[in-house]
């Protein structure tokens, strides 16, 4: 079971990445799946989850800016981040759980490897 973050890259304040995670080994079509960050020096911190039938949910920092989608056809999720400010450089996991709808990365038991984002200011 595997999980491939990818998307992360080099941005200027203002600009926009987009984040996949392709999960293979098996389906995580009934799965939350999560993204989550850590920035240098902090903790991992939660940033969005979306459950199998779409409902979303989005940390207060990035709400508004930020947009999580799945295509449970290709078992893929999407990060859509706009508006980057210098204070969302940090590496973002992604990660699925089958034991509901959690913020705590503590519920979630798959986890890719991360991708770098660093917006400059």
């Known amino acids: 079971v595997q999980l491939q973050a990818s998307g992360g890259g080099l941005v200027q304040a203002g600009g926009s990445l987009r984040l996949s995670c392709a999960a293979s080994?098996?389906?995580?079509?009934?799965?939350?799946m999560g993204w989550f960050r850590q920035a240098p020096g902090k903790e991992r911190e939660f940033v969005s989850l979306?459950?199998?039938?779409?409902?979303?949910l989005y940390a207060d920092s990035v709400k508004g800016r930020f947009t999580i989608s799945r295509d449970s056809a290709q078992n893929t999720v999407y990060l859509q981040m706009n508006s980057l400010k210098a204070e969302d450089t940090a590496i973002y996991y992604c990660?699925?759980?089958?034991?509901?709808?959690?913020?705590?990365?503590?519920?979630?038991?798959?986890w890719g490897q991360g991708t770098l984002v660093t917006v400059s200011s």
């Open positions: 080994g098996r389906t995580f079509t009934t799965f939350v």
């Open positions: 990660a699925a759980t089958n034991r509901g709808i959690a913020r705590s990365d503590n519920y979630y038991d798959y």
């Open positions: 979306i459950t199998y039938v779409g409902d979303t």
